[in-house]
C-alpha cells in the first residue's frame, strides 16, 4: 500500500529540455517530452484508471484498465506506455473505453475475495477503488469457477490454484488468494531494490508470484526491503503492523535514525503510535526506497528494555537507585564539580553522539568547552571518519564528500573501495546496482567478495582482492600506471592544483617500488589487474570513487583517505556530477557530529581551536573565555583515566564498550573514572561501568536535524512525547544549568539559528530553510542560498588542490607463526552498529550471532567444519565464535561482525591506529584460530559480569 | 599516560612524514600536526621524554619533538 498522503502519478516523472504540447479531454497540456499520456493527464488532475502503473516504477501495461482513445490511432492503447507527442488529441472517458473498463474490472473481482470490509487495505486498496471508479455492478461470471481465493471447493476438495498466506516474513505478510498479478511487487524488487528475489511463475490463470524458487519469503534471497508491500496495489503484501493497528490518521516527514545514507520517511501515525514507516518519495536521498532497518526495525524505539527513569549508584557493584531527574542532574553537576576541584578542569569530559541531532551534539560540545571550562570532548567518529576528515581537508580544503547521490547518474565508472554499499549502505547500494546495470563499469577493491562483485546483472569488470592493510600500496600502484602511462589529466591539475605538491607527489608514485609488478607480493593483486583498473579509471569517462571504513580503519587510514584524493586530482574527476570522491558515512548523523565541532582540536565547520579569531567569535556568542588547545581524543582519555588525571565523563548516545578496540583497555579505564554518566535509550555496555544513568530519547521525540552523508540537512521531526519526560538537546541544557553555565533554548530551532550564525557553511541553513525547501546541502550562505549539490566546482575549497606525499608504510601489526591470519570486520545488512537498537527487533531472525568467517582451506587446515566453535586469539585478546566456512574469503583472512556484544570481537582487535587521528585499525588484527568447545575466560567473565549488571538493574530501587 | 603510546603514536606521525624529499620540512610537519592534534599535557610528556634520552624515539620524531619543543611553549611548560 502507498503512502497515505501521496499522490501516484502512475509512471515516473522524465527529464528532458523539450516540451510537448498535447490535449487530454479537451484540455492543452505541457510536459516534458518521453512523459506518459498518463502521466501528463495526471498532472492535469485527470485520473485515468490504473492497477498495474504505479510512478515509483516503469510502465508495464499489463492490466489494460489505462485504456484510451487517441485522435488518429487505432484501437485504444494503453496511455501508461503510450508517450506524449506533439498535437496528441486524448480522450480518457468515452462509452466504449467504460465498457472496456468494466470488463476488465469484472475479471478481476471474478477471481478475488470479497472481504473488503475486514481487509487491511480497505479504504486504500487500488481494486477496491477502481472497482468504484469504473461502476462494476455485477460480475456475471460468478466466483464459483477455478479461483485462487477459496482452499476447497463446495464438495470439500482441495483447490489446487489455492496458495496459502506466507506469514514467515517477521514484518509482512504474503496473502496469494488478494494477488491480481500486477508484477508491481516484482518490477518493484527488481527496479528498485534490484535484488530480483521475486518472479511470476507460470503462464495464464497458473501465474503467481513467488519469492526465488518458490520458497516462504524469509527462506528466499528477499532482503525484506518492503519496495514490494509499498507497491502492491491491494492487501496481497501488507505490514504486520497495518494489519495489527489499521490505518494511520496522519503522517509526519521525517529522517531514518540509522545509516548515513539519510532517508526520509513518512511516520504514519495513530496519535502516538506508529503504524508503519513509509519511505518518502520525495526525499531527496533516497527517492521512496528503503532497507530492511529504516522501514521495519523500529520496534527497539518502544521495547520493554527501555529505561525511562534517571538512576544512580556510588559504585558499578551498587543496585541502581531510580531518582528524580532534579536529583540526578544536581548529583551530576555536584560529582563533576568535586573531580574538578579535586584533580583540576582537565580532569572530566564528554562524548557527542553520531546518532543524536545536531542540535543535541552541539550542545554536548558547548557544555564541555564552555560548561567544563575544556576542549575534551570526542565524538565516535574518531573510530569511524576522522581519516575523512583530516585527509579531505588537506587535500580539497573540506572535511567532506563532494558530491551528492544523484551524482552517479552521470559516473561511467564506480571504484567502490572497502566499503560494501549493498550491506551497509542498502538505500544507495541500489542507486548505484540501477548505475550499473545501466552500463557503469566497475572496479572493487576488497579482502572480500562482497555482493557488488557478482549480483544479478552486474559483474565487476575489477575486484582488486587486495591483503588487508595494503590499500595504500594498491592506491600508489594504481597512481604508477596512471603517471608512467601518461594518463594524468595534466590540464587539469595545471589549472587547479599546486604545481610543487604535484611534483612531489608524481615523483613518489613513478618510483619503479610502486610498479604493480614491484607491489603484487605485498597487495596479493596481480599486476595486470592494476593496470587495467587504473585504466579504466582514468580513461572510462567520469569516473566517481565510493569508500567506507575499510578505507580509514587503518594505521594508515588518513593516508588513504589522501591516496584517493589525489587519483580523483590526477584525473580531473573532481568538481562536477558524476565523479567525485564519496565517502559513505557510518551512521545517520556521523557527518553533522563532526560538522558540529565534536573533535577536541575544532569549533563546528572544522576549525582549529588555536585561531583567534574563530575562537573569538564563540566566545563573543557564549560569553566565556575559551581554551585554545586541542583536548583529549577519546583514546587519550582512556589513557589519562588509567594514569588517574581523568576522572569523570558524560556520555551521549555511544557505546564505547562495545564498540571501541581493545574491549578489556577501554573498560580498565571506565572502571577508573569516578564518574561515568551515560545518557541512552538502554542499559547498553558502557551504562554496565556507569554510576549515572540519564534515558535518552529516540529520534521519534525530538525536533531537530541530521546530515548524511552528502552533507544532506534533513529535518528529525517529533511524531510522540519523550518517554523519559526529556529530549536529549533539554537533558544536557539541565546539566548545563546545573554546572552554572546557563542555556535557556526553548526549541531546538534556536540551537540551530546560533549554529547557523557561527559557521560560515551553515549560515544560510534554519528550520524554516530546511521546511521549504525539504533538505538543503551545505556550504549553505550568501554564495550558496539553496545549497552545494557538488563541491569544488570552478576551485577548490582551498583555492588549489593539494596532492599530499602517500608513501606505503606496512602496518606493524604483521602474521607470524603465533597468529598466522589476519581477522578483519564488518557489518551486515540486518544489524547496525553495536546492534543495541537492531537486537531489539526482529531482524535477529537474518543474523541472531555474529561469526567467524574463513576460507575452507584455513579450515580445512585446522579441522574446522561450519558450525563448529573456534577461538579467535590476538595479542589484545581471545573470544570464541561458531564458524562460517565460505569462499567470499581469500585464505589467510579471517571476518566477522560485531553486532552482538557477548561475541567479543573488540577484545581481539588492538590498540594499532591512525598515525593522524588516532582512528582505530579495526581493519587488521593477526590471529590464530582454532576449534574449541566452551566459551573463552573473557567470555565467561562478561557473561557473569552482565548477569550481575541486570541483577542489580532489576533491583532499582525507588525511593 | 602510557609513554610506551605516546612513543608509539608519535613514531606513526613521524613514519607518514619521513616521505616528504626535505628532511627539515618533514620534521617540522611532524612537529606541527603534534602541535595542532595532541592535547598540551601529552606534548609535555613526550618533550619530557625526549630530554630524558628519548628511548624508542625514531631519529626524525627526535628531531621533530626538538622542534616541538622550541615552538611551544606549552611543550615545556
Same mark, same amino acid.
Given at each position: 500500500?502507498?503512502?497515505?498522503?501521496?499522490?501516484?502519478?502512475?509512471?515516473?516523472?522524465?527529464?528532458?529540455?523539450?516540451?510537448?504540447?498535447?490535449?487530454?479531454?479537451?484540455r492543452s497540456?505541457?510536459?516534458?517530452?518521453?512523459?506518459?499520456?498518463?502521466?501528463?493527464?495526471?498532472?492535469?488532475?485527470?485520473?485515468?484508471?490504473?492497477?498495474?502503473?504505479?510512478?515509483?516504477?516503469?510502465?508495464?501495461?499489463?492490466?489494460?484498465?489505462?485504456?484510451?482513445?487517441?485522435?488518429g490511432?487505432?484501437?485504444?492503447?494503453?496511455?501508461c506506455?503510450?508517450?506524449?507527442?506533439?498535437?496528441?488529441?486524448?480522450?480518457?472517458?468515452?462509452?466504449? +473505453?467504460?465498457?472496456?473498463?468494466?470488463?476488465?474490472?469484472?475479471?478481476?473481482?471474478?477471481?478475488?475475495?470479497l472481504?473488503c470490509l475486514?481487509c487491511?487495505?480497505?479504504?486504500?486498496?487500488?481494486l477496491?477503488?477502481?472497482?468504484?471508479v469504473?461502476?462494476?455492478?455485477?460480475v456475471?461470471?460468478?466466483?464459483?469457477?477455478?479461483?485462487?481465493?477459496?482452499?476447497k471447493?463446495?464438495q470439500?476438495?482441495?483447490?489446487p490454484?489455492?496458495?496459502?498466506?506466507?506469514?514467515?516474513?517477521?514484518?509482512?505478510?504474503?496473502?496469494?488468494?488478494?494477488?491480481?498479478?500486477?508484477?508491481?511487487?516484482?518490477?518493484?524488487?527488481?527496479?528498485?531494490?534490484?535484488?530480483?528475489?521475486?518472479?511470476?511463475?507460470?503462464?495464464?490463470?497458473?501465474s503467481?508470484?513467488?519469492?526465488?524458487?518458490?520458497?516462504?519469503?524469509?527462506d528466499?534471497?528477499?532482503?525484506?526491503?518492503?519496495?514490494?508491500?509499498?507497491?502492491?496495489?491491494?492487501?496481497?503484501?501488507?505490514?504486520?503492523?497495518?494489519?495489527?493497528?489499521?490505518?494511520a490518521?496522519?503522517?509526519?516527514?521525517?529522517?531514518c535514525?540509522?545509516?548515513?545514507?539519510?532517508?526520509?520517511?513518512?511516520?504514519?501515525?495513530?496519535?502516538?503510535?506508529?503504524?508503519?514507516?513509509?519511505?518518502?518519495?520525495?526525499?531527496?536521498?533516497?527517492?521512496?526506497?528503503?532497507c530492511?532497518?529504516?522501514?521495519?526495525?523500529?520496534?527497539?524505539?518502544?521495547?520493554?528494555?527501555?529505561?525511562?527513569?534517571?538512576?544512580?549508584?556510588?559504585?558499578?557493584?551498587?543496585?541502581?537507585?531510580?531518582?528524580s531527574?532534579e536529583?540526578?542532574?544536581?548529583?551530576?553537576?555536584?560529582e563533576?564539580?568535586?573531580?574538578?576541584?579535586?584533580?583540576?578542569?582537565?580532569?572530566?569530559?564528554?562524548?557527542?553522539?553520531?546518532?543524536?541531532?545536531?542540535?543535541?551534539?552541539?550542545?554536548?560540545?558547548?557544555?564541555?568547552?564552555?560548561?567544563?571550562?575544556?576542549?575534551n570532548?570526542?565524538?565516535?567518529?574518531?573510530?569511524?571518519?576522522?581519516?575523512?576528515?583530516?585527509?579531505?581537508?588537506?587535500?580539497?580544503?573540506?572535511?567532506?564528500?563532494?558530491?551528492?547521490?544523484?551524482?552517479?547518474?552521470?559516473?561511467?565508472?564506480? +571504484?567502490?573501495?572497502?566499503?560494501?554499499?549493498?550491506?551497509?549502505?542498502?538505500?544507495?547500494?541500489?542507486?548505484?546496482?540501477?548505475?550499473?546495470?545501466?552500463?557503469?563499469?566497475?572496479?572493487?577493491?576488497?579482502?572480500?567478495?562482497?555482493?557488488?562483485?557478482?549480483?544479478?546483472?552486474?559483474?565487476?569488470?575489477?575486484?582488486?582482492?587486495?591483503r588487508?592493510?595494503?590499500?595504500?600500496?594498491?592506491?600508489?600502484?594504481?597512481?604508477?600506471?596512471?603517471?608512467?602511462?601518461g594518463?594524468?589529466?595534466?590540464?587539469?591539475?595545471?589549472?587547479?592544483?599546486?604545481?610543487?605538491?604535484?611534483?612531489?607527489w608524481?615523483?613518489?608514485?613513478?618510483?619503479?617500488?610502486?610498479?604493480?609488478?614491484?607491489?603484487?607480493?605485498?597487495?596479493?593483486?596481480?599486476?595486470?589487474?592494476?593496470?587495467?583498473?587504473?585504466?579504466?579509471?582514468?580513461?572510462?569517462?567520469?569516473?566517481a570513487?565510493?569508500?567506507?571504513?575499510?578505507?580509514?580503519e587503518?594505521?594508515?587510514?588518513s593516508?588513504?583517505?589522501?591516496?584517493?584524493?589525489?587519483?580523483?586530482?590526477?584525473?580531473?574527476?573532481?568538481?562536477?556530477?558524476?565523479?567525485?570522491?564519496?565517502?559513505?558515512?557510518?551512521?545517520?548523523?556521523?557527518?553533522?557530529?563532526?560538522?558540529?565541532?565534536?573533535?577536541?582540536?575544532?569549533?563546528?565547520?572544522?576549525?582549529?581551536?588555536?585561531?583567534?579569531?574563530?575562537?573569538?567569535?564563540?566566545?563573543?556568542?557564549?560569553?566565556?573565555?575559551?581554551?585554545?588547545?586541542?583536548?583529549?581524543?577519546?583514546?587519550?582519555?582512556?589513557?589519562?583515566?588509567?594514569?588517574?588525571?581523568?576522572?569523570?565523563?558524560?556520555?551521549?548516545?555511544?557505546?564505547?564498550?562495545?564498540?571501541?578496540p581493545n574491549?578489556q583497555?577501554?573498560?580498565?579505564?571506565?572502571?577508573?573514572?569516578?564518574?561515568?554518566?551515560?545518557?541512552?535509550?538502554?542499559?547498553?555496555?558502557?551504562?554496565?561501568?556507569?554510576?549515572?544513568?540519564l534515558?535518552?530519547?529516540?529520534?521519534?521525540?525530538k525536533?531537530?536535524?541530521?546530515?548524511?552523508?552528502?552533507?544532506?540537512?534533513?529535518?528529525?521531526?517529533?511524531?510522540?512525547?519523550?518517554?523519559?519526560?526529556?529530549?536529549?538537546?533539554?537533558?544536557?541544557?539541565?546539566?548545563?544549568?546545573?554546572?552554572?553555565?546557563?542555556?535557556?533554548y526553548?526549541?531546538?530551532?534556536?540551537i540551530?539559528?546560533?549554529?547557523?550564525r +557561527?559557521?560560515?557553511?551553515?549560515?544560510?541553513?534554519?528550520f524554516?530553510?530546511?521546511?521549504?525547501?525539504?533538505?538543503?546541502?551545505?556550504?549553505?550562505?550568501?554564495?550558496?542560498?539553496?545549497?552545494?549539490?557538488?563541491?569544488?566546482?570552478?576551485?577548490?575549497?582551498?583555492?588549489?588542490?593539494?596532492?599530499?606525499?602517500?608513501?606505503?608504510?606496512?602496518?606493524?601489526?604483521?602474521?607470524?607463526?603465533?597468529?598466522p591470519?589476519?581477522?578483519?570486520?564488518?557489518?551486515?545488512?540486518?544489524?547496525?552498529?553495536?546492534?543495541?537498537?537492531?537486537?531489539?527487533?526482529?531482524?535477529?531472525?537474518?543474523?541472531?550471532?555474529?561469526? +567467524?568467517?574463513?576460507?575452507?582451506?584455513?579450515?580445512?587446515?585446522?579441522?574446522?567444519?561450519?558450525?563448529?566453535?573456534?577461538?579467535?586469539?590476538?595479542?589484545?585478546?581471545?573470544?570464541?565464535?561458531?564458524?562460517?566456512?565460505?569462499?567470499?574469503?581469500?585464505?589467510?583472512?579471517?571476518?566477522?561482525?560485531?553486532?552482538?556484544?557477548?561475541?567479543?570481537?573488540?577484545?581481539?582487535?588492538?590498540?594499532?591506529?591512525?598515525?593522524?587521528?588516532?582512528?582505530?585499525?579495526?581493519?587488521?588484527?593477526?590471529?590464530?584460530?582454532?576449534?574449541?568447545?566452551?566459551?573463552?575466560?573473557?567470555?565467561?567473565?562478561?557473561?557473569?559480569?552482565?548477569?550481575?549488571?541486570?541483577?542489580?538493574?532489576?533491583?532499582a530501587?525507588?525511593p | 599516560?602510557? =609513554?610506551?603510546?605516546? =612513543?608509539?603514536?608519535?613514531?606513526? =606521525?613521524?613514519?607518514?612524514?619521513?616521505?616528504?624529499?626535505? %628532511?627539515?620540512?618533514?620534521?617540522?610537519?611532524?612537529?606541527?600536526?603534534? %602541535?595542532?592534534?595532541?592535547?598540551?599535557?601529552?606534548?609535555?610528556?613526550i618533550?619530557?621524554?625526549?630530554h630524558?634520552g628519548?628511548?624508542?624515539?625514531?631519529?626524525?620524531? %627526535?628531531?621533530?619533538?626538538?622542534?616541538?619543543?622550541? =615552538?611551544?611553549? %606549552?611543550?615545556?611548560?
Amino acid at each position: 500500500m502507498l503512502s497515505i498522503v501521496d499522490i501516484d502519478r502512475g509512471t515516473p516523472a522524465v527529464k528532458s529540455d523539450t516540451v510537448v504540447t498535447l490535449e487530454i479531454d479537451g484540455r492543452s497540456i505541457q510536459v516534458p517530452e518521453g512523459t506518459s499520456v498518463m502521466r501528463a493527464a495526471a498532472q492535469a488532475g485527470i485520473n485515468i484508471p490504473k492497477l498495474c502503473a504505479t510512478d515509483m516504477l516503469e510502465a508495464f501495461g499489463s492490466c489494460r484498465l489505462c485504456l484510451v482513445e487517441i485522435d488518429g490511432r487505432k484501437g485504444y492503447p494503453a496511455s501508461c506506455t503510450t508517450p506524449v507527442a506533439a498535437g496528441m488529441k486524448v480522450s480518457t472517458q468515452t462509452q466504449k +473505453l467504460a465498457e472496456i473498463r468494466r470488463g476488465v474490472m469484472e475479471l478481476y473481482i471474478s477471481d478475488h475475495p470479497l472481504d473488503c470490509l475486514t481487509c487491511p487495505a480497505n479504504g486504500h486498496c487500488e481494486l477496491q477503488d477502481m472497482a468504484g471508479v469504473v461502476g462494476l455492478r455485477e460480475v456475471r461470471y460468478g466466483y464459483e469457477g477455478a479461483n485462487h481465493v477459496f482452499a476447497k471447493d463446495k464438495q470439500g476438495e482441495a483447490n489446487p490454484h489455492f496458495v496459502a498466506k506466507d506469514e514467515s516474513n517477521p514484518y509482512f505478510t504474503f496473502d496469494p488468494s488478494k494477488c491480481i498479478v500486477c508484477s508491481r511487487c516484482v518490477r518493484a524488487c527488481d527496479e528498485v531494490q534490484g535484488t530480483f528475489a521475486l518472479t511470476i511463475q507460470g503462464r495464464g490463470f497458473e501465474s503467481k508470484v513467488s519469492a526465488s524458487q518458490d520458497n516462504r519469503f524469509l527462506d528466499s534471497e528477499c532482503v525484506s526491503c518492503g519496495a514490494c508491500v509499498q507497491a502492491c496495489p491491494t492487501a496481497t503484501l501488507s505490514e504486520k503492523s497495518l494489519i495489527d493497528r489499521g490505518q494511520a490518521e496522519h503522517s509526519v516527514v521525517t529522517t531514518c535514525a540509522y545509516c548515513g545514507v539519510g532517508c526520509s520517511f513518512r511516520a504514519e501515525m495513530k496519535g502516538e503510535e506508529i503504524v508503519r514507516m513509509v519511505p518518502n518519495k520525495d526525499g531527496h536521498a533516497n527517492h521512496g526506497h528503503s532497507c530492511v532497518k529504516g522501514r521495519f526495525a523500529i520496534g527497539y524505539a518502544t521495547h520493554p528494555d527501555r529505561i525511562n527513569v534517571p538512576m544512580i549508584r556510588q559504585k558499578i557493584s551498587d543496585p541502581w537507585r531510580i531518582v528524580s531527574w532534579e536529583e540526578a542532574i544536581a548529583h551530576v553537576a555536584s560529582e563533576f564539580k568535586r573531580l574538578q576541584a579535586a584533580y583540576g578542569k582537565f580532569s572530566i569530559g564528554g562524548i557527542t553522539s553520531s546518532r543524536c541531532t545536531n542540535e543535541e551534539t552541539y550542545l554536548v560540545q558547548k557544555l564541555v568547552r564552555a560548561g567544563f571550562g575544556n576542549n575534551n570532548v570526542d565524538t565516535c567518529a574518531r573510530v569511524c571518519h576522522s581519516p575523512t576528515g583530516y585527509g579531505l581537508k588537506s587535500t580539497l580544503g573540506e572535511s567532506a564528500g563532494t558530491q551528492d547521490f544523484d551524482s552517479i547518474e552521470h559516473a561511467d565508472v564506480v +571504484l567502490v573501495i572497502g566499503a560494501n554499499p549493498t550491506d551497509a549502505h542498502p538505500v544507495f547500494g541500489s542507486q548505484m546496482k540501477q548505475r550499473l546495470r545501466a552500463g557503469a563499469k566497475l572496479i572493487v577493491i576488497d579482502p572480500r567478495r562482497i555482493d557488488l562483485v557478482r549480483t544479478p546483472h552486474i559483474k565487476a569488470d575489477y575486484h582488486l582482492k587486495l591483503r588487508p592493510g595494503t590499500n595504500v600500496a594498491v592506491l600508489d600502484t594504481l597512481a604508477h600506471v596512471i603517471v608512467a602511462e601518461g594518463l594524468v589529466d595534466e590540464a587539469f591539475v595545471a589549472a587547479r592544483c599546486e604545481p610543487a605538491a604535484f611534483e612531489k607527489w608524481r615523483a613518489l608514485v613513478a618510483q619503479e617500488k610502486y610498479s604493480p609488478e614491484a607491489m603484487e607480493a605485498e597487495t596479493g593483486v596481480p599486476a595486470e589487474l592494476v593496470r587495467g583498473a587504473a585504466r579504466l579509471y582514468a580513461t572510462g569517462g567520469n569516473a566517481a570513487i565510493y569508500y567506507g571504513l575499510g578505507v580509514t580503519e587503518h594505521s594508515q587510514g588518513s593516508t588513504a583517505v589522501m591516496a584517493i584524493a589525489n587519483l580523483a586530482m590526477a584525473t580531473g574527476n573532481i568538481g562536477r556530477e558524476g565523479v567525485g570522491v564519496n565517502p559513505l558515512r557510518g551512521q545517520n548523523n556521523v557527518q553533522g557530529s563532526c560538522d558540529m565541532g565534536s573533535f577536541p582540536h575544532e569549533f563546528t565547520g572544522y576549525r582549529h581551536v588555536g585561531d583567534a579569531s574563530v575562537r573569538g567569535s564563540f566566545e563573543d556568542a557564549w560569553g566565556v573565555r575559551l581554551h585554545d588547545e586541542p583536548g583529549l581524543r577519546i583514546p587519550n582519555m582512556f589513557e589519562a583515566a588509567l594514569d588517574g588525571s581523568f576522572k569523570g565523563l558524560y556520555i551521549e548516545g555511544e557505546d564505547i564498550a562495545q564498540s571501541d578496540p581493545n574491549t578489556q583497555h577501554v573498560t580498565a579505564a571506565l572502571q577508573a573514572l569516578e564518574c561515568v554518566v551515560v545518557q541512552d535509550l538502554f542499559l547498553n555496555e558502557t551504562a554496565k561501568f556507569a554510576h549515572v544513568f540519564l534515558p535518552g530519547s529516540s529520534f521519534l521525540e525530538k525536533d531537530g536535524t541530521f546530515v548524511n552523508a552528502e552533507r544532506r540537512v534533513s529535518r528529525v521531526r517529533k511524531v510522540m512525547e519523550p518517554k523519559g519526560r526529556y529530549a536529549d538537546w533539554e537533558v544536557t541544557q539541565l546539566l548545563a544549568n546545573a554546572m552554572g553555565y546557563p542555556m535557556n533554548y526553548t526549541h531546538p530551532s534556536q540551537i540551530m539559528d546560533e549554529i547557523a550564525r +557561527l559557521t560560515p557553511t551553515f549560515h544560510g541553513i534554519s528550520f524554516d530553510k530546511i521546511d521549504q525547501l525539504g533538505s538543503v546541502q551545505w556550504p549553505c550562505n550568501e554564495q550558496h542560498p539553496e545549497g552545494t549539490p557538488v563541491m569544488h566546482v570552478g576551485e577548490f575549497v582551498r583555492g588549489k588542490g593539494r596532492f599530499m606525499l602517500t608513501e606505503y608504510v606496512p602496518t606493524s601489526e604483521k602474521v607470524n607463526a603465533e597468529h598466522p591470519l589476519i581477522l578483519t570486520t564488518g557489518r551486515i545488512l540486518s544489524q547496525y552498529n553495536v546492534g543495541a537498537q537492531t537486537r531489539r527487533t526482529a531482524n535477529v531472525m537474518w543474523h541472531d550471532e555474529d561469526r +567467524l568467517e574463513i576460507h575452507p582451506h584455513d579450515a580445512e587446515e585446522r579441522g574446522i567444519k561450519e558450525d563448529d566453535w573456534v577461538g579467535i586469539e590476538s595479542r589484545a585478546g581471545q573470544t570464541v565464535l561458531r564458524a562460517r566456512v565460505s569462499e567470499r574469503m581469500q585464505p589467510g583472512v579471517v571476518y566477522t561482525t560485531f553486532h552482538f556484544p557477548g561475541s567479543g570481537a573488540n577484545v581481539i582487535t588492538t590498540e594499532n591506529s591512525d598515525w593522524a587521528t588516532n582512528c582505530p585499525e579495526y581493519k587488521v588484527t593477526a590471529v590464530q584460530v582454532t576449534r574449541v568447545s566452551q566459551p573463552s575466560e573473557w567470555q565467561k567473565r562478561y557473561q557473569a559480569f552482565s548477569n550481575e549488571q541486570q541483577a542489580l538493574l532489576d533491583a532499582a530501587e525507588t525511593p | 599516560m602510557n =609513554i610506551e603510546r605516546l =612513543i608509539a603514536m608519535a613514531n606513526d =606521525i613521524s613514519h607518514y612524514f619521513a616521505a616528504e624529499p626535505d %628532511k627539515a620540512a618533514g620534521a617540522a610537519s611532524v612537529a606541527d600536526h603534534l %602541535k595542532r592534534f595532541w592535547e598540551p599535557g601529552m606534548r609535555r610528556q613526550i618533550v619530557a621524554h625526549l630530554h630524558a634520552g628519548g628511548e624508542g624515539l625514531e631519529p626524525l620524531t %627526535k628531531v621533530a619533538i626538538e622542534r616541538l619543543a622550541q =615552538i611551544d611553549p %606549552k611543550a615545556m611548560s
